[in-house]
């Protein structure tokens, strides 16, 4: 059986390789700002919050879950609300066509959702840990909100589950997804060519990161396929530049830049509002939110 967490160090280990070997931007540093703070995100988003929700078993405790109280709720006779929502069209499909088509289902609910991450305001406040990113490397794609993984997540279980899908087949598309995020974010001259159409790249989602500079904030909004934004027209792609000016966000100079301080961003930006001078709750937010990491951390490690 394919093991998560294994596979994700080999990832890391693959494309810390690429980026000596084939390199973007040549005088980008390996020990850059904020590396540390990735690093962390790695360990917290990678090896313990992604092996828990993209497991099998989390798929099965979802399912068991939500037959436990759809299943209680009767339509008459032996009806009941639950044998309306599990449709079970794939059931019964080979492991392979399950992939095949749970991959395009997947990734547009993704490209969906990562729309809303950037029009709805209050889910911004949690999409700004990812864009604080000041220089694009593989390792970025893990810096990401805890809140942000628990919205994709809750979007792909409530519309997938119901289709039958072999438990395993998220575990297959996690790992895929975890690899092609990594090449999105990579400092690596590797591009798609005529492939641009259908699959993302490093060159391409590196203007959805774009800040201080013409291109539009809202664009490129593909996981694994660009597909999506040729279909809809959110693509930006100018083909007189390579990069944008700079990426990040704007206003994002006053954004936190470590671990902990980021995790607690949408805490503060709630309870610390416009014109508020009063920091003294600063100190508690910071231990709460360490508190909350640590108590995380083990929870997770025991329950994997």
């Known amino acids: 059986m394919l093991n998560y967490a294994a596979c994700l160090v080999v990832l890391s280990v693959l494309f810390v390789v690429l980026e000596r070997l084939v390199p973007w931007r040549r005088d980008q540093k390996v020990l850059r700002e904020g590396i540390v703070s990735d690093l962390l995100f790695l360990t917290i988003n990678g090896h313990w919050l992604g ?36 449709l079970e069209a794939i059931a019964l499909w080979p492991i392979w066509a399950q992939v095949a088509l749970i991959f395009f289902v997947k990734d547009f609910l993704e490209w969906c959702v990562h729309n809303l991450l950037h029009r709805v305001p209050f889910l911004w406040q949690f999409h700004k840990v990812h864009h604080s990113i000041h220089d694009m490397d593989w390792i970025g794609v893990m810096r990401f909100h805890w809140m942000e993984k628990l919205i994709y997540d809750s979007f792909k279980y409530l519309l997938l589950v119901p289709l039958g899908i072999a438990p395993d087949v998220m575990l297959w598309l996690a790992i895929f997804s975890t690899f092609w995020g990594f090449y999105n974010h990579a400092n690596i001259r590797i591009g798609m060519g005529p492939l641009r159409y259908f699959f993302n790249s490093p060159q391409m989602h590196i203007w959805h990161h774009a800040a201080k500079d013409p291109a539009p904030f809202l664009c490129n909004f593909g996981i694994n396929l660009s597909l999506w934004d040729w279909i809809f027209g959110t693509v930006y792609w100018p083909e007189d530049r390579e990069a944008p000016n700079a990426v990040g966000f704007d206003g994002d100079e006053s954004f936190p830049r470590n671990f902990v301080e980021q ?6 930006v709630r309870t610390l509002r416009p014109g508020n001078t009063n920091r003294r709750s600063r100190p508690l937010l910071r231990a709460l939110g360490i508190s909350v990491i640590v108590i995380a951390v083990i929870v997770l490690t025991y329950a994997i």
């Open 263 to 268: 995790e607690l961003w949408p805490i503060r």
């Open 51 to 86: 092996p828990l929700l993209s497991m099998p078993w989390a798929y099965t405790w979802v399912r068991d879950h939500f037959d436990s109280v759809l299943g209680a709720v009767s339509l008459g006779g032996e009806r009941t609300l639950a044998t309306v929502f599990y």
